[in-house]
């Protein structure tokens, strides 16, 4: 801003209508600048000029008035106590022997100089700039800033000075500027040297700030300058004054650097944060520490086994024997073992030395994309082993394989790539580059808060609604509420049935209706989980606005099978709705029988052929065109099927039908989409039985009639080149002379038929159908195009926590990173690392589902042991769920402002039996069953119509295996029997068969294969095929976030009751240690509260336990396995208890 300019500002600021005034400019004296601020003192009865020029300089001079009234008027506003502020207004250029300077005079209250001070700014102010400046100019924080000082800050001319500097707030490390001046507008008798509130005046705005807890805000602004009262006098202040910050987001920013200044001084070294930092550092080297204790394999040469599987044998020389013989021995002990294909050896393992020694994986030189597969087989006589390849693309899209010669070591680049991931979201949390500032404090363990939102949004509406199956309950309102307007993160707990994935989706519809009028929302939200299988399950219940949520994965792993479904439910409707009103059915019948129309006229067909076509033509056309045009169609119908049936009279019968079972095959790409592998298939049943066919011809027609892929084969030219000499074999040459030509009354009548149809569809509202028609087009014959579409117009992209900073997230939202929403789900399983992920990258707020009581995140077992032997708390720390620990910040903690943490407390899965055992054991008793019993019949013989039975194994059926895995062959035998005598024929439920133990699955699996109702597949096992939706099997794992009518859990312990001491079950006992050895040894997982949760919660109308009840119903049944005591008492009370010795 020029001197001019700022002057004139700053005249503009002052209130109160001015004096004008002529004085003598003194000969010699350089002629100041319109608007050029002119200092008045008056000392005694001399009244002095100021005139500070540029750099500094400054002229001085006795004042003389033009006029008498001019001296009067002089004398009456400058006396040695009143204050002036005069500006050069114009000079007078008429008078040529003196010069004359006119001023603009305004009264002031004084000058003041204040120390440095600092004016905070919060949100509200923000806001009141953005109303008056509008976005263009204050659209954030740091332009609305920048604003007012333009607006209420004036430059100080230099030389000018003011009184002594009065002692104001002056915040340390605050940024400081050069020296300003304020206009000030003071009450009467108000002391602007200490003032504790007071006006600032701009050219039309008016601020108000006041001293707040020893702290200057300004509070008010207003635009009209209405609000200055006469009595109120203005007065300029000359201090290093500026404007900062404090929003909710800046004093969050403060916060983050102040626990940034604690982590990197060390102070906060057994915090949260800080212990998963060691965690991540140590898996680091761990890695490398795996690399290179494994070693590696050298093959020279390698060769495919079975394509259908991807498995390659690997032929190594003889120096791996060792090696070989290691991979043998985890093979037998059902370990699996991946190992990666590299042309060279990174430098742990004897590569290119490099000049520094990596620390970890991160560090170490390894080759991108590197194949890698898992051990199917390992040969050490022959030195050879079996690799199941996993698959990988190129970025052209064809698949990779292995090196023909190469290396063979652990397979790390996952975990490399899984550490970068994890580093990166270190990074942009340690260096404070993240949306939400207040991320960082959370996760230490202070509930610091966002914005809160100005006005709240209102949870329900029609479409969230339609979400849910029954109404939503006050708590599923409650927190769909807390997710929709959190300054920052909700956390839902839901513990099982109660409506987690409906909670979600409603979520998702809620939010997008929000943002619908005023924001751009397309991929405006991540939906992510801990692993793909549970990304799946959020993505095949995810909808809004009828559009599924799009996955994104760069190996193109999980399902896919909700897009084919919403693919095919949308062709369904807009068939039914085409077909629903006479201008979709015109502008259908239409579309049809103009393609066919070109297909005749591109290739015309014969006699026989053509008589079909206009019977199609006659069914679509049915109705909609003239009768004129109908009657013209039947007759043109009757007269070829005439002159057929007199051509049929002169040829050979049999050799006719073979010709046109010829001639029906379709050659053409077009044509081939419509029928082709069945009018393949009708030529191949004659040709098969007319002699001297070439076998060539016929393996193409079989290929042909074999086709099933929506696109048309690419041997279409070969299939016509071998209809065309079967033709010429069949008529000696004829047929190749006299080709079927397009026959002119045919092509007219279509084309009238067309026009006909046109001009109907014209005459009516037929946009919406032709439109319509279009998208069907494009759903049935470009399913490519539909995945695009997806990906342009839904609201969400899901993806793991992992996959949520990878190159195809980015790539399918061309390089944006930053979400506005992050919807995690099962967030109590992720690793908090994995989970920082996600959370970094949300700009708007995070939405955490899950449940603390269910499965815990895994913990990688060499770095949580060596983290474990400092003897600190970083253990507990590590085995703490993030989710659990927010959730017990923010529902427990939590004080002011809107509610973040909500508890789900009503279930709707299980029998009600069932839940209030669930809710009594595992959820305080909070846990409510609205459903009750109804509806959750099961009427299975022999269980009396209960929902609970205790299948009785007893130790005398036979011993519990030890191993590293537990297993118990009589509990598998005598549930595959219970499982045999109901799955086959009660086709009507769903069965889940849930052990805590792996090798116990493996029997399990085993019997039902010898029952027949399991078989063995891909190295495992699966249900056979009529009971492959209904029968599941697996470790409670696996189970998490899955229900079925009936649960058959399986204990897997067993083993004698020692006699112990009277009180040896207490701590204080002295020989309470072995009593406590006793209770590791022998109930294991059945302690883990967990795990228990998950394994009883899955059944919607039986749960079955079997096991050997002896070790639950003794007075030494520690408290960590009472859930299974309480569940055989309630058995034998009120449920059943059944032999499993039958």
Known sequence: MSARAATAHLADALPGPPAFVWVELPAGLAQPTLDQEIHLERVGTALFATHHGPGGASNEHVVRGRTAADDDLLDALVTENGRVAAFAQDVDPDDPARRWLRLRVYEIEGRYAWEPLDIGVDDEAIAAVRRIAGRDQAGSPAKALGWLRRTLLFPAPSGMSAAAPTPLDARPGATRKEMRRLVVLAAPGQDLRAPTACLLRGDGVVARMQLVDGEWRLNRLHRDASTTREWMRPALVHAKVDFIETTVKARLRLQMREELDRLGEGDGAETFLAVWRRYHELDNRHGLRKLRDFGFLVYTGRTPLDDSEGVVRFHVDGTGNA????????????????????????????????????????????????????????????????????????????????????????????????????????????????????????????????????????????????????????????????????????????????????????????????????????????????????????????????????????????????????????????????????????????????????????????????????????????????????????????????????????????????????????????????????????????????????????????????????????????????????????????????????????????????????????????????????????????????????????????????????????????????????????????????????????SRRVILVGDQNQLPHMLEPDVEQELGTGGNDALGLLRESLFGRLFALLHEGDTGGRRRAVRLNEQYRMHKTLGDFVGRHFYGGHLESPRGTAGFEHGLDGYDGRPAAWLSVPASAGREHAGQSKSRPAEARAIARELKRHVLHRTDLTFGVISFYSAQVRLIWEQLVRDGLAETADGGHRPVDTLRERLHVGTVDAFQGKEFDVVILSVTRSGPVPAFEPGQTRPDHPRHAAYERWVRRTYGHLLLQNRLCVAMSRQQRLLVVAGDEALFTSPVTPPGARPIRDFYELCAASGVVLSGER
Request: proline share 5%; aromatic share 2%.
């Open 323 to 842: 090696l070989l013989r290691r991979l043998r021995d985890d093979l037998d002990a059902g370990e699996e073992t991946e190992l990666e294909c590299a042309v060279e050896l990174p430098a742990v393992l004897g590569g290119a030395a490099r000049a520094e020694t990596p620390d970890g994986l991160l560090e170490e030189e390894i080759a991108r994309g590197n194949t890698v597969g898992v051990v199917t087989h390992v040969d050490v006589a022959q030195n050879v082993v079996d690799l199941r390849m996993i698959p990988r693309r190129a970025s052209s899209g064809m698949p990779v394989d292995p090196p023909r010669r190469g290396f063979l070591h652990a397979a790390v680049w996952g975990d490399r790539r899984r550490l970068e991931r994890r580093s990166r979201a270190l990074k942009r949390l340690l260096r404070g580059q993240v949306p939400l500032p207040q991320l960082l404090s959370l996760l230490q363990g202070s509930p610091a808060r966002g914005k809160e939102p100005v006005r709240g949004v209102k949870a329900m509406s029609e479409a969230v609604a339609a979400c849910f199956r029954d109404t939503p309950n006050a708590m599923q309102r409650l927190a769909l509420e807390t997710a929709l307007n959190t300054p920052d993160i909700a956390v839902i707990q839901g513990p099982p049935g109660t409506g987690k994935t409906q909670l979600i989706a409603a979520l998702q519809v809620r939010l997008a209706e929000t943002r619908r009028p005023h924001a751009v929302i397309s991929q405006s939200m991540l939906l992510t989980s801990y692993q793909h299988a549970a990304v799946d399950n959020l993505v095949e219940r995810s909808k809004v606005w009828d559009l599924p949520s799009m996955k994104i994965d760069s190996q193109n792993r999980g399902s896919t099978a909700h897009i084919e479904e919403w693919r095919d439910a949308t062709i369904a409707a807009l068939r039914s709705d085409l077909a629903g009103t006479e201008e979709g059915r015109i502008a259908t019948a239409m579309r049809t029988i103009a393609r066919r129309t070109a297909a005749y006229c591109t290739a015309p067909v014969s006699t026989e052929e053509l008589d079909s076509l206009l019977a199609d033509v006659a069914e679509q056309a049915s109705g909609l065109i003239s009768d004129a045009l109908r009657v013209r169609l039947e007759n043109l119908r009757m007269e070829i099927r005439a002159a057929q049936k007199a051509a049929d009279l002169r040829v050979d019968r049999r050799r006719e039908s073979v010709l046109r079972a010829v001639r029906g095959i379709r050659h053409l790409p077009l044509a081939f989409g419509d029928d082709g592998p069945q009018m393949a298939a009708a030529a191949l049943t004659y040709l098969e039985r007319t002699p001297g066919v070439d076998e060539a011809h016929l393996d193409l027609v079989r290929r042909a009639a074999d086709w099933t892929d929506d696109d048309p084969p690419d041997f279409l030219s070969d299939l016509t080149a071998a209809r065309d000499e079967l033709l010429d074999r069949l008529t000696g040459g004829a047929d190749r002379l006299v080709r079927p030509v397009a026959r002119e009354d045919v092509v007219d009548l279509l084309n009238a038929i067309i026009d006909d149809l046109d001009a109907r569809r014209r005459s009516g509202a037929a946009g919406v159908s032709t439109a319509l028609l279009e998208f069907l087009d494009e759903l049935e014959g470009d399913p490519e195009a539909v995945l695009a579409m997806l990906r342009l117009y839904t609201t969400s992209l899901a993806a793991t926590c992992q996959q949520a900073d990878s190159r195809a997230v980015q790539d399918a939202r061309d390089g944006a990173q930053l979400f506005d929403t992050v919807i995690v789900d099962e967030a109590a399983r992720a690793n908090p690392l994995d989970l920082l992920i996600p959370l970094t990258l949300a």
